[in-house]
Nanobody
Framework: QVQLEESGGGSVQIGESLTLSCRVS????????MAWFRQAPGMARENVAT???????NYKSSVRDRFVISRDNAQSLLLLKMNNLRPEDTGVYYC???????????????????WGPGTQVTVSS
């Protein structure tokens, strides 16, 4: 059984930084596409970033120059470094794993098989 657990969320001011972590337990991290999603109140869940097992990354356009997704396959750890945070970055952030894909990661939440419970990020002025 694969389990994911996020940490590192919190409340920050505009322009500050946060780093989210996702610890993955169970077999298979090294063969999964991994992703971060977020969901703001009343909004659909949206993809923020994805990373292939070899490290190739893709980002939502509004975060591309501010966020960095990375993975440590040896430690089964997924990270999201978020810089220059804005109020529109507020939401619950989820890490997700796609056990059926190692490359060509998708950005649709329906493609992901395992999810963490989420961690809240709040950015205020």
């Amino acid at each position: 059984q694969v389990q994911l657990e996020e940490s590192g969320g919190g409340s920050v001011q505009i322009g500050e930084s946060l780093t989210l972590s996702c610890r993955v337990s169970g077999y298979g991290f090294n063969s999964y596409c991994m992703a971060w999603f977020r969901q703001a109140p009343g909004m659909a869940r949206e993809n923020v970033a994805t990373v292939e097992i070899g490290g190739r990354r893709n980002y939502k356009s509004s975060v591309r120059d501010r966020f960095v997704i990375s993975r440590d396959n040896a430690q089964s750890l997924l990270l999201l470094k978020m810089n220059n945070l804005r109020p529109e970055d507020t939401g619950v952030y989820y890490c997700a794993a796609d056990e059926g894909r190692a490359y060509g990661c998708k950005s649709t939440h329906g493609d992901y098989d395992y999810w963490g419970p989420g961690t809240q990020v709040t950015v205020s002025s």
